[in-house]
């Protein structure tokens, strides 16, 4: 088992132990050097496992979050938790919670919150990445504009990670599922695998 400096599992979040272990794996097999970034932080739990694998190879993870909740995460919706819902109840504030996270894992010196919707975020982004992993919006329009704006963004030899691929229609949600199929399309990228719900692959 990986050695963590805080249980993640303790965190809310949508990121079992097993996708997380890859996730810590992936920064370790990336480029030397280069910062990684994850679109979608919710309250930290995913950030937990690659800021740490960051810290330890002396990198720096920006972590992309409006930090406004996904559809699922809004007031009447399926995933969403009161105790995240904003003051006047209309909708869902993670900012805290996020912050909490990173500081209850020593990870300040390591992670960088960018409190932006991913687009406007992307549309200034310059520097390349060594590992992207994406975890935002699950809609269509979300997928594929983050994938529109951050693919390119990854340096030769990078690491792409997509999290919540279903193959099977019955078991969930399609557009992660397409930019999955969309990657290996474009043949830009080699397959290193797919991990539960968690795709793996490396930019060529
Ligand atoms: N990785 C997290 C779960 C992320 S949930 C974990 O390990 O638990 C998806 C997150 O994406 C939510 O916090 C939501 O606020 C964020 N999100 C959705 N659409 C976004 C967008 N367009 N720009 C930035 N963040 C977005
Ligand atoms: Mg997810």
Known sequence: MLDLPLDPEGVKGFMPPEEGMELYRAVELA?????????????????????????????VLFAVDHHAGSEEHQPG???HDPELATADGQGVDTFGAFRAT????????????????SALAARAWATPLGVLFIDG????????ADYAGWVPKLASGGLLLIHDIFPNPADGGRPPYELWCQAQDS??????????????????
């Open 31 to 59: 480029p030397p050097g280069l910062p990684c970034l994850e679109i979608g932080s919710y309250c930290g739990k995913s950030t937990i496992y690659l800021g740490t694998a960051c810290q330890r190879s002396g990198r």
């Open 77 to 79: 919706e399926g995933y």
């Open 102 to 117: 990173v500081k209850a894992a020593g990870l300040e010196d390591t992670v960088v919150p960018v409190v932006a919707p």
């Open 137 to 144: 919006g699950h809609s269509r329009e979300a997928a594929q």
């Open 187 to 204: 043949r830009k990228f080699e397959v290193l695998g797919l991990f539960h719900t968690l795709g793996m692959l490396r930019k060529r």
